[in-house]
Nanobody, 124 residues
Framework: QVQLVESGGGLVQSGGSLRLSCAASGRTFSRHVMGWFRQAPGKEREFVAAVSWSGGNTDYADSVKGRFTNSRDNAANRVYLQMNSLKPEDTAVYYC?????????????????WGQGTQVTVSS
């Protein structure tokens, strides 16, 4: 079992930056792919980024490529999402998720564990 708690959300102006953090409990954290998803009001939850067990491989949604960086620290049981050049359309609740599958996945169905989410609001 993996329990996840996100932090770092908040209100930021367009063009600004935020760093989300996800703290994980559980001895098997390093054997889980870690993903970030987001959900805006009235919209479905969508994939943002994922990082492999070792941190060596990453995947990003086209909408955030070049602006967001997903990383992890297995020794600290943490995963991070550095978000730069934020846009109003990035406004959403951001969720951290863990998958026991080997390969990176953009599908919510592949992730068994979820955090409670943290709100990110980008003002124009």
């Amino acid at each position: 079992q993996v329990q996840l708690v996100e932090s770092g959300g908040g209100l930021v102006q367009s063009g600004g930056s935020l760093r989300l953090s996800c703290a994980a409990s559980g001895r098997t954290f390093s054997r889980h792919v870690m993903g970030w998803f987001r959900q805006a009001p009235g919209k479905e939850r969508e994939f943002v980024a994922a990082v492999s067990w070792s941190g060596g491989n990453t995947d990003y949604a086209d909408s955030v490529k070049g602006r967001f960086t997903n990383s992890r620290d297995n020794a600290a049981n943490r995963v991070y999402l550095q978000m730069n050049s934020l846009k109003p359309e990035d406004t959403a609740v951001y969720y951290c998720a863990a998958s026991s599958y080997v390969f990176l996945s953009t599908s919510t169905g592949q992730y068994a564990y979820w955090g409670q989410g943290t709100q990110v609001t980008v003002s124009s």
